[in-house]
């Protein structure tokens, strides 16, 4: 059974650029959370995608979008990229909305 | 508004010894109690998990103690090994919402051999 894959692993990019990141859930799972993990900080809810919808939203601005598709992969655009969106982009997954959620092992952005 | 307050946000504790993080939340909705692990580099992993209709829930050399009234809950670790050195995240989530997990600060355990 293949866990939860993220790519890609590191991202550089300038303030004002767009960024796009990739999460393969786990087999089965139909459901992935987004999570923003700042340095020395816990993980924050961006939002939840389940069998393609869009199911919750955290305190988070439209700058941040996603998609999920058939496969129940996802991914996670940023644009207008700001200095403060450097952070641990984590993705969860689960069966139907389920509480238990396996993450996966992230992609570290770097905004200069 | 922080749901969910963790501490200590660090600790150092001996090979052998026991290491107790406490974690405080304010919404009483919330009914799915998890603790997990982060080395560095990685992503969290699940640990350990506890309703708020159990007090104590123990596997292997891990213990969530529950207290519904005070609304706080704890992770002990017993036994504490170097390879248990990782931060701790406490989290909570509440299934009518979509079980989003609302997290703690983390505490970051130091088991010195």
């Known amino acids: 059974e293949t866990g939860v894959t993220q790519s890609p692993t590191h991202l550089i990019k300038t303030r004002g650029q767009q960024v796009t990141l990739r999460c393969s859930s786990q087999s089965g799972h139909n459901t992935v959370s987004w999570y923003q993990q700042a340095l020395g900080q816990g993980p924050q809810f961006i939002f939840q995608y389940y069998r393609e919808e869009e199911n919750g939203r955290g305190n988070f601005p439209p700058r941040f979008s996603g998609l999920q598709f058939p496969n129940y992969s996802s991914e996670l655009n940023v644009n207008a990229l700001e200095l403060d969106d450097s952070a641990l982009y984590l993705c969860?997954?689960?069966?139907?909305?389920?509480?238990?959620?396996?993450f996966g092992p992230g992609t570290r952005l770097l905004v200069l | 508004q922080q749901q969910v307050k963790q501490s200590p946000q660090s600790l150092i504790v001996q090979k052998g010894g026991i290491s107790i993080i406490n974690c405080a939340y304010e919404?009483?909705?919330?009914?799915?109690f998890p603790w997990y692990q982060q080395f560095p580099g990685k992503g969290p992993a699940l640990l350990i998990a506890?309703?708020?209709?159990?007090s104590e829930k123990k596997e292997g050399r891990f213990t969530i103690s529950f207290n519904k009234s005070a609304k706080q809950f704890s992770l002990h670790i017993m036994d504490s090994q170097p390879g248990d050195s990782a931060t701790y995240f406490c989290?909570?989530?509440?299934?009518?919402?979509?079980?989003?997990?609302?997290f703690g600060g983390g505490t970051r355990v130091l088991v010195k051999p």
């Open positions: 919404n009483t909705a919330f009914d799915y």
């Open positions: 989290a909570a989530s509440d299934e009518a919402a979509g079980n989003k997990l609302t």
């Open positions: 969860a997954s689960s069966i139907d909305r389920a509480e238990t959620q396996y």
């Open positions: 506890i309703r708020p209709d159990v």
